[in-house]
Structure formats: C-alpha cells, structure tokens
C-alpha cells in the first residue's frame, strides 16, 4: 500500500475549472497505476480516470471524456486530474486511488488497495 493526500478541491461555478493533485508517499509510486473515484451524496463511488504506471494510457469514463485530463509526475510521486467545463452533475468528493500496474484502467473500487482522504468539489450552477 501507498500512503495518498489529495488536495486542489473547492468551489467554483459551472463552466469553470479545477485541478486536484494527489501526492504520495514512499519508493514504489511508480509502479502503481492510478486512479481517481468520485463519490455523490447517496451514491455509489464511481470510477472517473485512470492512468498506467508510465503515464501512457489513460482511461475515462464517458461522462468527463474531453474535460479531464489525469497526468501523473512520477518524479513528483504525484497524480493530477485537471477538470474543465465543470458541470454541477460533477459535485462530489473525489478520492485518488492506486493499484497494482496490472489492474491498470480497472473501473472496479475493489481492484485498488490505497485510497486517499478525499477532496470535496462542488460546482454551482
């Protein structure tokens, strides 16, 4: 397991934009494919972006195609999703999560074993 800290979450209106960072801690960052989650109140947890080890690939579920964008700075042990073109439908905590390399893009909670704290984003329409 890797310990994670996202931060960058806030307030901002419908339109506007957001970047969420979330840094970990330890040697092996590398090696661990990332995700980021969000979570509405009531509401399952659902994947939102993913990113291989290398940065390479990246996955996305279809609702945030065109407006996100995950990175990941492994020098840095750091993991980004920049968010564009909020949409009040996106207000949720967010959560980044890591997994082994070869559960890369998996859409599933469960295939990741580190989760951060969270980071609360709400959009206002």
């Known amino acids: 397991q890797v310990p994670l800290v996202e931060s960058g979450g806030g307030l901002v209106q419908a339109g506007g934009s957001l970047r969420l960072s979330c840094a970990a801690s330890?040697?092996?960052?590398?090696?661990?494919?990332m995700g980021w989650f969000r979570q509405a109140p009531g509401k399952e947890r659902e994947f939102v972006a993913g990113i291989s080890w290398s940065g390479g690939r990246t996955y996305y579920v279809d609702s945030v195609k065109g407006r996100f964008t995950i990175s990941r700075d492994n020098a840095k042990n750091t993991v980004y999703l920049q968010m564009n073109s909020l949409k009040p439908e996106d207000t949720a905590v967010y959560y980044c999560?890591?997994?082994?390399?070869?559960?890369?893009?998996?859409?599933?909670?469960?295939?990741?074993?580190?989760w951060g704290q969270g980071t609360q984003v709400t959009v206002s329409s």
């Open positions: 330890g040697r092996t960052f590398s090696s661990y494919a």
């Open positions: 999560a890591a997994t082994p390399a070869y559960y890369s893009g998996s859409v599933h909670a469960y295939d990741y074993n580190s």
